[in-house]
């Protein structure tokens, strides 16, 4: 029998989903020139600046041959606790989570990074998902988890690094989604919005927005004197003394440079890689 008093409404113990700040748009020129550097120099020149958790580890190309360069939008996965947010009320619950609420943030040539915590059965995104992420223009997909729908997804020729496939829809199993626009730490990296991926076979980098132009220009240095290396290796040259120089053999480049002005990236750009679709090869 009903006391006739009315229950109140259990309080959220949290206000979901949580929500950054949208990171700002990128430089398109910049984004065009980091896009001709695969991701082994991005990660050797950011290494030697002093940057050294670069690389996403665990998540591999599902689809090989694939490469994306775009800004990072991020999306983060907590575990579950019952008295806050479960799977138990099925996969309609999602719609009102970060999991969409990050698909309509999406700006063409975005890379969506995903904390999942290597999670084997949590599918973090499947067929219709990727299917709407498309259509928003985003460029591709960074999670540190699974993938499900596999055979669909790969019709939508979305370049997608994942640690795998499993069956199970995003919230079935121990996570949840939680935030968006917020920082993560996916496969060992710290990624916050707006900073830039380049993803390859070779795996995924994060490039510090800040960073993003000092790359490009290292790349383009590195680019130029591994040119010269290599046409003195091809002529029987020791591999010691230029890969990498030496001090008497940067002086022998820097001689070279001088007397062959198309070969300085700084004054000649279509030498750049970053400008003409050469990528530097990697350390």
Not at 142 to 148: K, L
Not at 202 to 212: E, K, M, Q
Not at 219 to 237: L, N, Q, Y
Not at 243 to 266: D, F, G, M, S, V
Request: aromatic share 8%; proline share 8%.
């Amino acid at each position: 029998m009903s006391s006739g008093i009315e229950q109140a409404p259990v309080a959220p113990v949290w206000d979901l989903p949580v929500r950054g700040e949208n990171p700002p748009a990128p430089d398109p020129g910049l984004v065009s020139r980091l896009s001709e550097i695969g991701s082994a120099t991005a990660c050797a020149r950011l290494h030697g600046q002093g940057i050294r958790r670069t690389f996403v580890d665990g998540p591999t190309s599902m689809f090989p041959g694939k490469k994306v360069v775009g800004r990072a939008l991020t999306l983060q996965f907590m575990p579950q606790r019952e008295d806050i947010a479960d799977g138990q009320t099925q996969e309609y619950i999602e719609r009102s989570t970060a999991l969409w609420a990050v698909l309509d943030e999406v700006q063409p040539g975005d890379v969506l990074v995903v904390q999942a915590y290597g999670s084997h059965t949590t599918g973090c995104f499947g067929d219709m998902l990727v299917r709407y992420f498309k259509l928003r223009g985003g460029a591709g997909i960074v999670v540190d988890g699974r993938i499900r729908d596999v055979p669909r997804v790969s019709q939508l020729d979305v370049p997608i690094w994942s640690t795998g496939a499993t069956p199970h829809y995003a919230s079935q199993s121990e996570l949840f989604p939680w935030a968006y626009n917020v920082p993560v730490a996916v496969g060992g990296v710290l990624t916050l919005p707006g900073d830039l991926v380049v993803a390859d076979d070779d795996g995924a980098v994060v490039v510090p927005r800040r960073r993003a132009e000092a790359v490009v220009e290292a790349a383009a240095e590195h680019d130029a004197w591994e040119k010269f290396s290599r046409r003195r290796i091809d002529e029987g040259a020791p591999l010691r003394d230029y890969y990498p120089l030496t001090e008497k053999t940067r002086l022998e480049y820097e001689r070279w440079r001088a007397q062959n002005p198309a070969q300085n990236p700084a004054q000649n750009p279509a030498q750049n890689p970053a400008q003409n679709g050469h990528a530097a090869a990697g350390d």
